[in-house]
């Protein structure tokens, strides 16, 4: 190769290198926030879900990994609580390492207050100590029968038991650690159960206070160390004033916490059927939210582009409270990845499935900055 084609060659990767970063720079100012939660693997999923943090995540924009976590990690604070199949402490450093190599912030979920059950599968917390049970039917067979015929599948702890927090937190905090964050999210979505009429500590007290009380106690406890509390949002948004089904927004009275909750906050806004209006709400209160997505595109679509318009909008003091978006995962890692990998070269449907809504949510990440 002669000096002018050389020269020729270097000009050519100058200008495309420029063209990179001027869109990232782009990508960063209009979505500071491009999340991906999902279970964490199994280990026996693990080095295939690595290899799709390193070849996959980054190349769509990902700069944020939620990973839900709960019990399957070997705790070495509570082995009580360990799933019987759970990530070891070197397990957890290859995902760290991943994340750390492609610029992703890695955040662990671990679900506190409610979602302590699946049906009629009580998760690990409870199982050990029934004692923390909101509505405990171990205690109290004769008063609580579970599953509840309500339709309601999810247990609560009593967030006012007195052994409650030494348990909980030891937890967040082993986890946090081997994690290497400064972030956790906590959960929190769907809690049917608070301030039951029949819990000797709650009885009576005000659902909404009981609710800020716990994500507060939480949250102070993170900043000890400076890490920052995400929680999801609908326990904080009026079911009946915006008509949002009940797992959206609360039938039970929690909304009034959204005004009794530390500002630093960040709520996980989910709505999977319909671009709802909410984080323009959330914002109203000074915190900062994330919309999440799931499975159908045209919703997906239509949130980044919300998003973005929502802080192009907004008044300087209130931009960075739109923090950005979050594509959300509700099978394992395994069936996701299968699902994925079957449609990775095909042309994006409309078809409502994780892997189409995921391709569509990038797509658009990258047409709306520019920088594809």
């Known amino acids: 190769m002669n000096l002018k084609n050389k020269a020729f060659l270097l000009l050519c990767t100058f200008f495309a290198c420029l063209h990179i970063a001027t869109a990232q720079r782009k990508l960063d100012k209009l979505l500071p926030v491009r999340a991906f939660c999902i279970s964490a693997p199994k280990p026996a999923n693990l080095q295939r879900f690595v290899k799709f943090i390193n070849e996959e995540l980054p190349g769509n924009k990902i700069n944020t990994l939620i990973l839900r976590v709960d019990y399957n990690y070997q705790y070495e604070s509570h082995p009580e609580l360990r799933d019987s199949i759970a990530l070891s402490k070197d397990d957890v450093k290859q995902l760290v390492e991943a994340c750390k190599k492609n610029n992703i912030h890695l955040i662990p ?156 906050v960040v709520i996980c806004d989910w709505h999977y059927d319909k671009a709802e209006p909410m984080p323009a709400y959330f914002a109203s209160k000074g915190l900062s939210v994330i919309t999440c997505t799931w499975r159908t595109p045209d919703v997906a679509i239509a949130q980044v582009k919300d998003m973005v318009q929502y802080r192009k909008a907004a008044k300087p003091a209130e931009k960075k409270l739109y923090q950005g978006m979050m594509m959300t995962i509700w099978t394992g890692t395994e069936p996701f990845l299968d699902e994925y990998y079957a449609r990775k070269d095909s042309i994006t449907g409309t078809e409502k499935t994780q892997a189409n809504t995921f391709k569509a949510f990038t797509a658009t990440i990258n047409t709306v900055a520019g920088s594809k």
């Open 109 to 264: 979920q671990v679900n506190l207050l409610g979602h302590q059950s699946w049906a009629g599968v009580t998760s690990s917390l409870l199982k050990k100590y029934p004692q923390f049970d909101e509505t405990p039917n171990v205690l109290m067979p004769a008063v609580y029968v579970w599953p509840n015929p309500d339709s309601l599948y999810c247990k609560s702890y009593c967030p006012l038991h007195p052994d409650l927090h030494a348990v909980v937190f030891d937890i967040v905090d082993e986890i946090c650690s081997v994690f290497e964050t400064n972030a956790f999210h906590a959960g929190m979505d769907e809690v049917f159960y608070i301030g039951d009429p029949k819990c000797p500590r709650c009885a009576g007290k005000d659902k909404a206070v009981l609710f800020a009380g716990e994500v507060n106690i939480i949250r102070n406890h993170l900043a000890l160390k400076k890490r920052k509390l995400y929680i999801w949002g609908d326990r904080l948004i009026d079911g009946h004033a915006t008509k949002v089904g009940e797992w959206e927004g609360s039938y039970n009275n929690t909304q009034d916490a959204v005004n009794l909750i530390a500002k630093d």
